[in-house]
């Protein structure tokens, strides 16, 4: 059994609380580097690509976890990121100036996403978002001079400081880098003053005014930010991908996005980084079930889809706050060992509630 | 000049066919949410799957048309009670987005249970009204048009008489709007709820039986969700009405774009149309202004 016994103030809100953290999180990460140097190309590859989703994932839950506004249509800020990357790499910008340039830019189209979030909540701004997702897609496939339209678009080998980093090990590296410090950085805002108010605002609109919140302020500014930070996850796909075409960030990918976030659960980073990983190695975990199955059944094209669908509403059904509230729950069993009861999370009778009088 | 005249004469009549099918679709979502606060993304795979049950009925089986229509649309009933009855009540007392990514996950086990069940190819069948076209004021009509939005006037004209007029349409308003209140008052909430669901699953079914060999038999028959769910938000969330205006209003609008509008305008004017209208009016055309509430 562990006692929290704190001896000085700092400790009650630092970012790794025991030195158990220290080796765990440190021995993950020593482990994640090594992994390129004894790993297939392809397997670093597609780690690669999990760590983008990962990124991805952490966006949307900066928005829909932490400050509570639904979003349907994030792959637009994905494209976003992915298409303006790739425009000023081919206007000769450089990969380390161009990455930044693009979560911008994808942080611009969240802010104006954003202003109409101030005036309609709930499933109206799912719908708005859903919208705005549709409409991307199609100026993007039109906008022919810019985007190449459906035909396509290449995306240039990405070079930093010289040394050309389009390799999927070198790029793994790149993906890793940029992964943690979006932890990192949202790690800390979360408990600064800025992410207690997205907090405050997710929780309870008029009380988060009432203590002197600028409710709309934290609104705009938390898509602007999650959309930066899924424009940066859309610049390194741009890269994975090689080739964009508008229907690589259609409707299913925003609501892959919104399926990592739930699935992992709602209000946690380790939550967004558990289900993207989930998300991700979904298709492969149903590629290796199909080789069990008769032929029959596995050469049926429905299978991945109804076993997305299948994960999620047991989820939703049986483990609502998602893989982090298990693995809390999976952490505090060993923690009090001996005397853990089961009863510590179970769920209490719940009635419905009307959310109409919001 | 009259030319111009009879290309919108046309064009409207066209935008008043696709949008009553919208606004059928629309009310069914509107029915589930207004009685459950669930908003049923799974509608537009249900009706996926009515109108592959019915190809298959029809063309594989061998049945004739007018039996297959009640079939599908008692199994497709079913089916929907079903879902409320032993999946989607469970979550009752959660947030409403619970709700939302519960049916996204029954659409997607749906769609998947339907690729895998009757294959992927998009196939289509005959109807008594295919290929005919009727002239009204010098207006071509297809006859199919014509019967869907005759259904679609019907079932709304009927729904209107039922939530009026029969004791078990007043329980669902009373349920819906104040659940507990109506359970003390012994309305049995929740077989009340899965009716609900049932009667929902029957107009997704008429609505996919009819509208599938419009376009085709095809899952990205589901799409139509997404326009139907612009219709419910342009309409005003909860509100039958709402829906069949925002429903005719979004099938004007894509079918003005298509003809008026450079190329591509077609497919994004109903959402930027969405997308400004909430921003005038938050609340949809005919939606209800509520309090806040801490």
């Not at chain 1, 005036?119 to 409409?135: D, E, N, P, S, W």
């Not at chain 1, 898509?223 to 259609?250: E, K, N, V, W």
């Not at chain 1, 059944?297 to 109804?306: D, K, T, V, Y």
Request: charged fraction near 10%.
């Amino acid at each position: 059994m562990r006692f929290d016994y704190h001896t000085r103030y700092a400790q009650g809100f630092a970012l790794l609380r025991h030195p158990s953290d220290w080796l765990a999180y440190g021995s993950l990460l020593a482990a994640l580097l090594v992994l390129p140097l004894v790993a297939s190309t392809y397997l670093v590859g597609e780690l690669g690509y999990v760590l983008i989703l990962c990124i991805a994932a952490m966006g949307l839950m900066t928005l829909t976890g932490f400050t509570g506004q639904v979003s349907l249509g994030h792959a637009s800020f994905v494209a976003i990121g992915a298409y303006a990357h790739a425009w000023l790499m081919a206007q000769g910008v450089p990969f380390a100036a161009s990455v930044p340039l693009a979560a911008l830019i994808a942080a611009g189209a969240g802010l104006v996403v954003g202003i109409p979030a101030i005036r309609v909540h709930g499933l109206y701004l799912a719908m708005v978002t859903l919208a705005f997702a549709i409409v991307v897609e199609q100026v993007i496939g039109h906008w022919r001079s810019v985007t190449g339209g459906y035909t396509g678009m290449v995306v240039a080998t990405p070079r930093l400081f010289g040394w050309s980093v389009g390799s999927p090990r070198a790029f793994y590296y790149v993906c890793l880098a940029l992964c943690v410090l979006t932890l990192v950085v949202l790690a800390n805002l979360m408990r600064s003053g800025l992410g207690r108010a997205m907090t405050g605002v997710r929780d309870s609109e008029a009380a988060a005014l009432a203590l002197g919140i600028e409710v709309n302020r934290v609104k705009v500014g938390a898509f602007g930010l999650s959309a930066g930070i899924t424009g940066l996850a859309g610049a390194l796909m741009a890269h994975h991908i090689g080739y964009l075409t508008p229907d690589a960030f259609t409707l299913l990918l925003s609501l892959d996005l919104v399926l990592m976030v739930v699935i992992g659960g709602l209000g946690s980073l380790r939550g967004a980084i558990l289900g993207a990983v989930l998300i991700s190695l979904l298709p492969n975990a149903v590629s290796a079930l199909k080789s069990l199955l008769p032929t029959a059944m596995a050469r049926q094209s429905g299978l991945e889809i109804f076993v997305a669908g299948l994960v999620l509403a047991l989820f939703v059904l049986f483990e609502p706050t998602g893989l982090n509230g298990r693995w809390l729950k999976l952490r505090a069993l060993f923690e009090t060992f001996p005397l853990y009861r089961r009863d510590t999370f179970r769920r209490q009778k719940t009635y419905m509630k009307s959310e109409r009088n919001r | 000049m009259t030319n111009a005249l009879d290309l919108f004469a046309q064009v409207t009549v066209n935008g008043i066919a696709v949008g009553t099918i919208y606004a059928l679709v629309a009310m069914g979502i509107v029915l589930i949410h207004k009685a459950t606060e669930v908003l049923n993304f799974a509608h537009g795979d249900l009706l996926v799957l009515s109108a592959f049950s019915a190809w298959a009925l029809i063309d594989l089986v061998g049945l004739p048309f007018w039996l297959v229509v009640p079939l599908v649309a008692v199994g497709i009933g079913v089916l929907a009670y079903g879902i409320d009855a032993l999946v989607v009540r469970r979550i009752a007392g959660q947030p409403q987005f619970a709700g939302v990514m519960l049916t996204i996950a029954l659409a997607f086990m749906i769609r998947g249970a339907v690729s895998m069940g009757f294959g992927t190819e998009s196939q289509s069948y005959a109807t008594p009204w295919s290929g005919r076209t009727t002239e009204v004021a010098g207006v071509a009509i297809a006859d199919l048009s014509l019967v869907i939005t005759g259904t679609a006037l019907l079932i709304a004209g009927g729904l209107w008489l039922f939530f009026r007029r029969t004791r078990l349409g007043v329980a669902m308003q009373a349920a819906s709007q104040n659940q507990l209140a109506a359970h003390l008052n012994g309305v049995r909430v929740k077989r009340l709820n899965s009716l609900v669901w049932a009667l929902a699953g029957v107009t997704a079914a008429i609505a996919g039986m009819f509208l599938a060999p419009v376009t085709l038999v095809d899952t990205s028959l589901w799409l139509i969700t997404l326009k139907a769910l612009a219709a419910i938000v342009l309409g005003g969330f909860g509100s039958l009405p709402g829906a069949v205006l925002g429903g005719v209003l979004i099938g004007l609008i894509e079918q003005y774009a298509g003809v008026y509008m450079p190329d591509g305008f077609r497919d994004i004017a109903p959402y930027v149309v969405l997308i400004a209208a909430l921003i005038l009016r938050p609340r949809g055309i005919l939606g209800e202004a509520h309090g806040r509430r801490v």
